[in-house]
């Protein structure tokens, strides 16, 4: 029977007891662990993929995946999205037209993608190293804003906060903060929990930006591209391959954005400066 993602049997963590110790001095307590499944994400009853993943949100990161990978051109393309229970893990059936079906079974991964890994499986380099079409616009920043967003992520990150575990990836817009974050254990699956959302609401990706709890690798520059995101920061480095990807994809790219300090990286016009 398919459910809903918030039904499903399987906990995005657990309380195991646990030794914890400080110095020589232990006892013994309970503890909060973060959990992940396999995600076998399937189109048109045929497997394409399976994800290591938090089991949270599925329906946004299979909707998510299917447009940052180019599955699917638009969300309207993703007619249904049913979620079923497994013993051993989960399934996410998505009903696509027929052509894109056939275009995703040629370069299905052959491989079950890593939580950490956004390329683990992929066939040929040039189905990894798929380059979007540069984003036309994009949304100014003002610093202020972007060390307002930053300070106020952790307030948002409520798996994280339990289990110290995951990563958040998080929309923002300017003049009204924070408005959607999603987590996972992967970060790349973290982003595309939010992509997904945003697409579920029909948000315009022009007009805000994403700021995400880990480094800035190519796919993560990839994926905002694929859908018109042009504003991407990271609390950590960026990696040289997704530098050249941003300045080619025309993505403002910020790393080490942390507390008032952050590096831009590439396209600066989009980041602008208060005045003092």
Known sequence: MAVHASELGWPSYRTRPVERWQGSAHDRQEDC??????IALMYNGEPHVVMLATPLDLEDFALGFSLTEAI???AAEVESIRVYQRAEGIEVRMRIPAARCQAASDKG??????????LCG??????AM????????????SSSELVRVLTELSDHQKLNRITGAVHAAAWAVPGQGIESVREDIGRHN??????????????????GFVVVTSRASYEMVQKCASVGIGFLAAISAPTGLAVRLAEDAGVTLIGFARGNNHVVYANPQRLRHDET
């Not at 662990?33 to 396999?38: L, S, Y």
């Not at 992929?122 to 189905?127: E, F, G, K, L, S």
């Not at 973290?190 to 007009?207: E, P, Q, T």
């Open 109 to 118: 991964r052959n491989l079950a993608g890593r939580t950490g890994c956004g």
């Open 130 to 141: 798929r380059r979007p079409a540069p984003v036309d616009r994009g949304v100014q920043v």
């Open 33 to 38: 662990v973060a959990e992940e499944a396999p």
């Open 122 to 127: 992929a066939r040929t380099i040039q189905q």
């Open 72 to 74: 699917v051109a638009s």
């Open 190 to 207: 973290a982003l595309d929990k939010l992509i997904g959302a945003l697409a579920r609401r029909g948000v315009d990706f022009g007009d």
